[in-house]
């Protein structure tokens, strides 16, 4: 569904990402670990058309979308849920919702409030109110179901246990699966490496811009670099 060749990429004159190679099949979780400054959220904004790579290759269901528009890769089906939420403050829970159907899934923006409100019943008791005074768990319920609006092939969820209680990651892992049973194909960027390498099928470590490690995330759950990396252990 995803494949990445090559993929250069930076800021200004500045590399980052120093030819990544990756790939996401249809219906998989493959969880994208590594420390800040390891290149995570550049390769999310390249994915996503936030910015153009310097090289390389992004093909979406065969085709390419590197330096493609954002509005086309989500028409594409390859949607975003970014880190810290980036929920519209000052908008209503379902103005939000309504929004993640703007470019893709339209017509079917009703049924699909209906669906997401039955994944996150908390957001339906507050469908009225400001997204800005939720708390952070709402917030991230609410920019996962704007993503899930736009009826999505591959959703991109970039750190969504990120500031959250310990009892909630605990449910947002578990939707995680839940989506995951539902068939859709996620790439799931995260530093929680126990939860990550526990419902992914495969894993990938990304350090210093590059893939330093990849494989089935059982058998990188017993690896020893990043058993030392990353668990102490």
Same mark, same amino acid.
């Given at each position: ?6 993929? !250069? ?84 829970? !379902? ?7 703007? +470019? ?5 923006? %009703? ?10 019943? +908390?957001?339906?008791? +507050?469908?009225? /109110?400001? %997204? ?6 709402? @917030? @991230?319920?609410?920019? =996962?179901? !704007? ?30 699966? /839940? ?5 859709? %194909? ?8 126990? /939860? ?13 811009? +590059? =893939? ?9 759950? @017993?690896?020893? %670099? ?8």
């Amino acid at each position: 569904m995803l494949e990445v060749t090559g993929l !250069r990429a930076g800021y200004g004159g500045v590399e980052v990402l120093r030819g990544v190679d990756l790939h996401v099949a249809k219906g998989e979780i493959v969880a994208l670990l590594g420390s800040n400054g390891a290149g995570k959220s550049t390769l999310n904004n390249n994915l996503s058309g936030l910015y153009k790579p310097f090289a390389g290759d992004i093909r979406f269901n065969g085709h390419s979308i590197a330096g493609a528009r954002p509005s086309a890769i989500v028409a594409a089906g390859l949607v975003q849920v970014p880190e810290g939420r980036r929920v519209f403050p000052t908008m209503s829970v !379902r103005e939000n919702l309504e929004l993640g159907s703007y +470019r893709r899934a339209k017509p079917r923006r %009703a049924s699909n409030i209906d669906r997401v409100v039955s994944i996150f019943p +908390r957001l339906k008791e +507050r469908f009225g /109110q400001k %997204a800005g005074t939720l708390s952070g768990g709402e @917030q @991230q319920m609410l920019a =996962i179901g !704007r993503g899930l609006m736009a009826e999505p092939e591959l959703l991109i969820l970039d750190e969504p246990s990120l500031g959250l209680s310990p009892l909630l990651v605990e449910e947002m892992f578990a939707l995680i699966r /839940q989506l995951h049973g539902q068939g859709l %194909a996620i790439l799931l960027v995260e530093q929680n490496v126990m /939860q990550s390498l526990s419902i992914a099928d495969r894993a990938l470590v990304l350090e210093h811009g +590059r =893939i330093a490690l990849a494989g089935p995330a059982a058998d990188l759950l @017993q690896h020893p %670099a990043l058993k030392a990396a990353y668990l102490g252990i």
